[in-house]
């Protein structure tokens, strides 16, 4: 049985912190683009995604969570990824995405 995948969003006046609940995978995938698009393409916005809620991760979510590193990387826009649980954490250093990351509290 899978975590319903769910996202919330805490917007200021040029940040966002988008929460993610559940179980990021294939079957969440659209609905995480769909929410995260028009942000991730806004460079005047600082991006903080919380995974504290987090429960699963596949390739689908890794990959989507690449996709919005590039983007933002390459718009030297502001992306953090806070809260990051431990198998997380594993998954980020095997794919080798840590090392794009700043670790923030």
Same mark, same amino acid.
């Given at each position: 049985?899978?975590?319903?995948f769910?996202?919330?969003m ?9 929460g993610l609940?559940g ?7 659209g609905? &995480?683009?769909a929410?995260m698009? !028009? ?8 991006? /903080?995604?919380?995974?504290?809620? %987090? +429960? ?5 979510g ?8 590039k983007?933002?990387?390459g718009?030297?826009s502001? &992306?953090?990824?806070?809260?990051? !649980?431990?198998?997380?954490?594993k998954?980020?250093?095997? /794919?080798?995405?840590?090392k794009? %990351? +700043?670790?923030?509290?």
């Amino acid at each position: 049985m899978s975590n319903r995948f769910s996202v919330t969003m805490h917007k200021t006046e040029n940040h966002v912190v988008i929460g993610l609940q559940g179980d990021l995978d294939l079957a969440a995938a659209g609905e &995480f683009r769909a929410h995260m698009e !028009p942000i991730v393409n806004d460079s005047t916005i600082e991006l /903080t995604l919380d995974l504290e809620r %987090l +429960t699963y991760i596949d390739s689908t979510g890794i990959g989507i969570l690449i996709s919005i590193l590039k983007v933002r990387h390459g718009m030297q826009s502001p &992306f953090h990824i806070i809260n990051v !649980p431990q198998y997380v954490q594993k998954l980020f250093k095997m /794919t080798g995405i840590s090392k794009f %990351l +700043t670790p923030t509290a």
